[in-house]
């Protein structure tokens, strides 16, 4: 059942897709393609981050729902969102903190396709967990990605192998247009979700933030001695992907405290995951700077 806010749902549907769209196009007019075989040359890399995200942010999310002792509802809340993996705006989000332009893209695709046979595997997990009988077939699941994730990264991608001066040249104005939908839409979103943070409570935020500093303390810690893998590590295990947190939620009608668990994630997220993103920009301009 969804949560209404004061924003109309097909006002926020259509900027949030909108949105999504044109980051995930904007990205792939950035990624060179050959620049991917130096990521699949490193499989270790790439296995450690796939286990940090796919397996465990949820691990550390059941010992910490459990830990507060929260109801059920909140609990399958905050399971829900850590097993909903590559989250569209964390690529984005890697790759202005300083993420590894070469490894960050890579990852997102695959979280995005691993996330079509982990997620059904993780819902029945949760059943034996929670006593319940939901489920979530691939292809939902397939569906959901590829429109959201994988169709406008590759337009971008072939726009950019097809016609790479004129994808250098929109890239600009297409990344400005991505970011101004962007702001729009955290605008929209807050004002639509700030009464359902606040009436889930602090104790669940608190939760939350916990765990999303864990979890950006576990991909910083297996992405590895490079900054630029860490960062891309560390940010998407910390964002989780709520359109398929809300798409298991809605087809298997979840009770509304789970949706506004969902949606009290990804504020909470967000802004625990700002300081990091803003250090981490940091730092990487003093060590271009000093490369210079």
């Known amino acids: 059942m969804p949560v209404e806010g004061p924003i109309p749902q097909a006002v926020l549907t259509i900027v949030?897709?909108?949105?999504?769209?044109?980051?995930?196009?904007?990205?792939?007019?950035?990624?060179?393609?050959?620049?991917?075989?130096?990521?699949?040359?490193?499989?270790?890399?790439?296995?450690?981050?796939?286990?940090?995200?796919i397996v465990g942010v949820p691990a550390a999310a059941l010992v910490i729902a459990r830990a507060f002792d929260f109801e059920r509802w909140v609990q399958i809340g905050i399971v829900l969102m850590a097993v909903s993996p590559g989250a569209p705006i964390a690529l984005r989000r890697s790759l202005d903190a300083g993420g590894s332009h070469r490894f960050a893209p890579v990852l997102q695709i695959l979280l995005a396709l691993l996330a079509i046979a982990s997620m059904p595997l993780w819902i029945a997990a949760?059943?034996?967990?929670?006593?319940?009988?939901?489920?979530?077939?691939?292809?939902?699941?397939?569906?959901?990605?590829?429109?959201?994730?994988?169709?406008?990264?590759?337009?971008g991608m072939g726009c950019r192998a097809a016609w790479p001066e004129r994808a250098r040249r929109w890239a600009a104005s297409l990344a400005r247009l991505a970011r101004l939908l962007l702001v729009v839409l955290t605008l929209l979103a807050l004002i639509d979700v700030w009464q359902v943070v606040f009436d889930a409570g602090p104790r669940v935020a608190l939760a939350i933030a916990v765990l999303t500093v864990a979890a950006l303390a576990l991909g910083h810690a297996l992405g590895g001695p490079d900054p630029g893998t860490r960062t891309a590590v560390a940010i998407s295990s910390a964002l989780r992907n709520p359109g398929l947190?809300?798409?298991?939620?809605?087809?298997?009608?979840?009770?509304?405290?789970?949706?506004?668990?969902?949606?009290?994630?990804?504020?909470?997220?967000?802004?625990?995951?700002?300081p990091y993103a803003i250090w981490h920009q940091r730092f990487s301009g003093r060590r271009s700077r000093r490369a210079q």
Request: aromatic share 10%; charged share 10%.
């Open 16 to 53: 949030a897709a909108a949105t999504v769209f044109s980051v995930m196009f904007t990205l792939g007019l950035d990624i060179v393609v050959g620049e991917m075989r130096w990521v699949l040359a490193r499989p270790g890399k790439l296995a450690r981050a796939l286990f940090a995200v």
């Open 126 to 155: 949760l059943n034996h967990v929670y006593a319940g009988n939901a489920d979530i077939s691939p292809w939902q699941v397939a569906r959901q990605v590829f429109f959201a994730q994988l169709l406008p990264l590759c337009l």
């Open 245 to 274: 947190a809300l798409l298991v939620a809605t087809i298997n009608g979840a009770a509304p405290a789970a949706t506004r668990t969902v949606l009290t994630y990804l504020v909470v997220a967000a802004l625990t995951v700002a």
